[in-house]
């Protein structure tokens, strides 16, 4: 499968952004996604997964209650809905994806997911 995040762009501290990640060339119900980010001088840090069905969601403890992970397998995409946005949001995104089969548990390690995108940058200024 092929991925394509977007929606990236700068911001003021307190804003939203959502980022979308579009799929191709695979069955997209069947892979469980996540969301990853890389700051300036950090290593990537995962951000949010979501199951292929939607109804199991990990969040990052840094992002919980401010971001939103959400799908549309009929659109093959997946969503990234940013709010209240701080300084140390900023970094590079990443979408990603896994194959597995329906009952497996939700990947939350960058080493297990198999296909990435080539990442957006959001920026928040303070």
């Known amino acids: 499968v092929q991925l394509q995040a977007s929606g990236g762009g700068l911001v003021q501290a307190g804003g939203s952004l959502r980022l979308s990640c579009g799929a191709s060339g695979g069955t997209f119900s069947g892979y469980s996604m996540g969301w990853f980010r890389q700051g300036p001088g950090k290593a990537r840090e995962f951000v949010a997964a979501i199951s292929r069905s939607g109804s199991t969601i990990y969040y990052a403890d840094s992002v919980k209650g401010r971001f939103t992970i959400s799908r549309d397998n009929a659109k093959k995409t997946v969503y990234l809905q940013m709010d209240s946005l701080k300084p140390e949001d900023t970094a590079v995104y990443y979408c990603?994806?896994?194959?597995?089969?329906?009952?497996?548990?939700?990947?939350?390690?960058?080493?297990?997911?198999?296909?990435w995108g080539q990442g957006t940058l959001v920026t928040v200024s303070s």
């Open positions: 990603a994806a896994k194959s597995v089969i329906l009952t497996a548990p939700l990947p939350t390690s960058e080493k297990l997911y198999e296909h």
